[in-house]
């Protein structure tokens, strides 16, 4: 068995709580005052499942990266992030969300290659060109929006025409919505090339405070909200039809699919090995050094709930 302890489910009563939700990896407290703890937790989610035991520290890799990445660009774009008093946690501003994710994709990889090969020359209502292999760079970057469905997680596409005339969105909004995207998009590119990365595609997802200001919330730039290639090689991988090097959680995928589970209805979950679930980890911690150049600090596993519980804590009562 690992030695290290997950935090994989949270029950906490924090001053002032008003209510929880439990999201696929992240729990969220609201407190009075407009006051959110959002708390990573180290559930793993691939094809909308989460996974039945939890990863070690990838709570902590997560939200380390998107609180340094969320640094990185405040001075581009407002966030809601005002403190992470724990490895595990943030806490900042509560927001009302934008019903939509704002994807955004540099490269035919993924999603947009699985579309393309299937005969599609636009996504989203946004066209792509025709002759592009997969990973191929597109000619500018495309935004391709995304939208929960009403019933399940899965996230369906949609089009800025249709956001627009659903009332999903106002016009003037949106207009911001895709400003900031290019932005922190362009951003994030500049910082993978800093070390030897390729920022492929990433979403982002925004909120409006109650004073009405348009805030960029919940994770950036982290492995499981974005996928990165290495950037040493990538031009002779793709002159030679061969797969990219990546940095993503797409491993997991892969391993699920080669286990026959792509979360379909009737397919079942395969079994995940201790030995398994520590080499994620480490994939984790290795995606983590890459991406932030920093060495991985592990933080005290020995009594997670109560580390967070008392860093938690202690900020509160700082700041009453």
């Given at each position: 068995?690992?030695?290290?302890?997950?935090?994989?489910?949270?029950?906490?009563?924090?001053?002032?709580?008003?209510?929880?939700?439990?999201?696929?990896?992240?729990?969220?407290?609201?407190?009075?005052?407009?006051?959110?703890?959002?708390?990573?937790?180290?559930?793993?989610?691939?094809f909308d499942v989460v996974m039945p035991k939890g990863i070690p520290f990838k709570g902590?890799?997560?939200?380390?990266?998107?609180?340094?990445?969320?640094?990185?660009?405040?001075?581009?774009?407002?966030?809601?992030?005002?403190?992470?008093?724990?490895?595990?946690?943030?806490?900042?501003?509560?927001?009302?969300?934008?019903?939509?994710?704002?994807?955004?994709?540099?490269?035919?990889?993924?999603?947009a290659a699985r579309e393309y090969k299937a005969g599609k020359r636009t996504l989203c209502g946004v066209s792509m060109p025709e002759g592009m292999k997969e990973n191929d760079t597109f000619p500018a970057p495309i935004i391709t929006p995304a939208?929960?469905?009403e019933k399940g997680n899965h996230d369906e596409d949609i089009s800025r025409t249709d956001i627009l005339a659903k009332g999903i969105v106002s016009e003037a909004d949106y207009a911001v919505l895709e400003d900031y995207t290019r932005k922190l998009f362009q951003r994030g590119t500049e910082i993978a090339a800093e070390r030897g990365l390729i920022l492929v595609d990433t979403k982002y997802e925004f909120g409006k405070t109650k004073e009405g200001e348009i805030v960029l919330i919940d994770e950036i730039h982290t492995p499981d909200?974005?996928?990165?290639?290495?950037?040493?090689?990538?031009?002779?991988?793709?002159?030679?039809?061969?797969?990219?090097?990546?940095?993503?959680?797409?491993?997991?995928?892969?391993?699920?699919?080669?286990?026959?589970?792509?979360?379909?209805?009737?397919q079942q979950l395969?079994?995940?090995s201790?030995?398994?679930?520590?080499?994620?980890?480490?994939?984790?911690?290795?995606?983590?050094?890459?991406?932030?150049?920093?060495?991985?600090?592990k933080a005290n596993t020995n009594n997670l709930h109560n580390r967070i519980e008392e860093n938690v804590l202690h900020y509160l009562s700082q700041k009453a």
């Open positions: 068995m690992s030695t290290q302890q997950t935090i994989t489910d949270t029950n906490f009563q924090f001053p002032g709580q008003r209510s929880v939700y439990k999201g696929k990896v992240r729990e969220v407290y609201t407190l009075e005052n407009d006051l959110l703890v959002m708390i990573a937790t180290d559930r793993l989610s691939a902590q890799i997560l939200n380390q990266i998107a609180t340094s990445m969320m640094k990185r660009t405040e001075d581009l774009v407002p966030n809601w992030l005002q403190a992470t008093p724990d490895p595990n946690v943030a806490i900042g501003k509560a927001c009302t969300p934008f019903k939509v994710e704002m994807v955004i994709r540099g490269y035919l990889s993924g999603h939208t929960k469905a909200s974005s996928r990165y290639f290495y950037a040493e090689g990538y031009k002779e991988r793709q002159a030679k039809g061969l797969p990219q090097k990546q940095l993503s959680k797409e491993f997991v995928r892969q391993w699920l699919i080669e286990n026959g589970f792509q979360g379909k209805e009737g395969p079994e995940m201790d030995a398994y679930i520590q080499t994620i980890s480490d994939r984790y911690i290795e995606l983590y050094e890459n991406i932030t150049g920093q060495s991985f600090q």
